[in-house]
């Protein structure tokens, strides 16, 4: 398997609405890794990882990586790299599915801070630059799941989820209610911001269940976490 660097450049390069904006897309120089060319042409895409971050249990065995990589824009017009950073949003972020030679469960694209300083270019050469950062979430290894295993675990899940409301009704806390129900009907791809309320395991399980990895609508479902509904009873 390729690391998640070449399946992120395989992705850049085999993605039409992107490469519309090159004269030869799969030039060398053209999406680079890290490496700074002084021939590169422009314009150019340059990434390089930030971090990286893997979810394990207490017994060591692995889930859900969190990658995040600065993904850079130089070109020599102003407005030409705002034109091809804002295809990159638009085709990456809220991504799911086939990701080069891996499955990716989320792909998510924001545009990087003010203060952010530009690390593929040099100031000496003249050339705008737009910055993105990327965060993929991806399992290494796909554990196999056990049906019975999986149903036990599932019907925890939802027995927690049903003492959650119950509780809520109980104590009058209806913002917290409608949050869960928001929470349950549309955001079932969020699931990982649930890692501070399941347990590791059920987490893996759920990560590799097809019927969490709905693509996510951002701007229709403001994201929360489980952490902040019940932080909203104290």
Request: with cysteine; net charge negative.
């Amino acid at each position: 398997m390729a690391s998640i660097g070449e399946d992120i450049r395989t992705f850049i390069v085999g993605s039409t609405s992107i490469a519309t904006h090159f004269p030869a897309i799969g030039k060398l120089g053209v999406v680079e890794q890290s490496a700074i060319r002084q021939d590169a042409p422009e314009p150019r895409i340059w990434f390089q990882r930030d971090s990286e971050h893997e979810e394990t249990d207490l017994s060591g065995a692995g889930g859900l990586i969190e990658s995040r990589w600065n993904i850079e824009v130089h070109t020599d017009e102003d407005d030409n790299r705002f034109d091809i950073a804002d295809a990159i949003k638009r085709r990456m972020n809220g991504y799911y599915g086939a990701f080069g030679s891996r499955k990716v469960q989320g792909v998510f694209i924001e545009d990087h801070d003010d203060d952010y300083f530009p690390r593929g270019v040099g100031s000496e050469d003249g050339l705008y630059v737009a910055a993105l950062t990327a965060t993929i979430w991806f399992a290494e290894h796909f554990h196999s799941v056990n049906t019975a295993s999986f149903r036990v675990d599932l019907a925890v899940l939802l027995v927690d989820v049903n003492h959650y409301i119950v509780e809520c009704f109980k104590s009058f806390h209806l913002r917290a209610l409608i949050s869960c129900i928001i929470f349950i009907i549309h955001r079932p791809s969020k699931i990982i911001s649930l890692r501070s309320y399941l347990s590791p395991k059920t987490l893996r399980i759920l990560a590799s269940a097809s019927f969490f990895t709905r693509p996510i609508d951002a701007e229709a479902n403001p994201a929360f976490s489980m952490s902040d509904l019940i932080w909203s009873q104290t």
